[in-house]
């Protein structure tokens, strides 16, 4: 069974920073590409960063780009999403999720539980 | 970047009902379309893919249809479980989105 599981989120300050983690378990990790997407309170859902099964090739959505960093270390099956920079706008739930194939097909196949961040003074 | 709009933004329907949700892509995106099913506090999950496979494990009252522009997710007979927000989402070309989401209601 695939899983998933969030951490790192919290309440935090703008213009500070916050690492998110996932572990992953239950399929062979290195073979996905993985992605980041949230959903800020009573919206919808927002792709915000995916990563290659390699590391190879990377993408980030430009309400995020330059500010947020999306790595993985498939020795741990972890994917990351380092923060810099937050602002009130990027409070959201963030899942952790599972691509159908090594190379981006943004097909999102399995999500994780969430980890929710603030940002707020 | 490719937006994609649902229609209805909600509905109201009773178990039995057959319900169709429309999702219209901003361009043409072939097939690469999505729809995922979401449950307040569960993680979202993925029904159907390239616009018409059905993901594994789900319910054959599921189906999807179009391609192109347009693109249908319908229930043929609407169960208490599948009342929930049904999201759209494009594969074609990054960045990935998303419909604004459709909310399934009990009527």
């Known amino acids: 069974e695939v899983q998933l599981v969030e951490s790192g989120g919290g309440l935090v300050q703008p213009g500070r920073s916050l690492r998110l983690a996932c572990v992953a378990s239950g399929f062979y990790y290195d073979d996905y590409a993985m992605h980041w997407v949230r959903q800020a309170p009573g919206k919808g859902l927002e792709w915000i960063s995916g990563i290659s099964g390699n590391s190879g090739g990377v993408g980030y959505a430009d309400s995020v780009k330059g500010r947020f960093t999306i790595s993985r270390d498939n020795a741990k099956s972890s994917l990351y999403l380092q923060m810099n920079s937050l602002r009130p706008e990027d409070t959201a739930l963030y899942y952790c999720?599972?691509?159908?194939?090594?190379?981006?097909?943004?097909?999102?196949?399995?999500w994780g539980q969430g980890a929710l961040v603030t940002v707020s003074s | 970047d490719i937006q994609m709009t649902q229609s209805p933004s909600s509905l109201s329907a009773s178990v039995g009902d057959r319900v169709t949700i429309t999702c219209r892509a901003s361009q043409i995106i072939d097939n690469y379309l999505n729809w995922y099913q979401h449950k307040p506090g569960k993680a979202p999950k993925l029904l159907i893919h390239?616009?018409?496979s059905l993901q594994g494990g789900v319910p054959p009252r599921f189906s999807g249809g179009g391609s192109g522009t347009r693109f249908t997710l319908t229930i043929s007979s609407l169960q208490p479980e599948d009342f929930a927000t049904y999201y759209c989402q494009q594969s074609y070309t990054t960045p990935w989105t998303f419909g604004q989401g459709t909310k399934v209601e009990i009527k």
């Open positions: 390239a616009a018409l």
């Open positions: 999720v599972k691509d159908i194939q090594p190379i981006g097909a943004a097909v999102f196949d399995s």
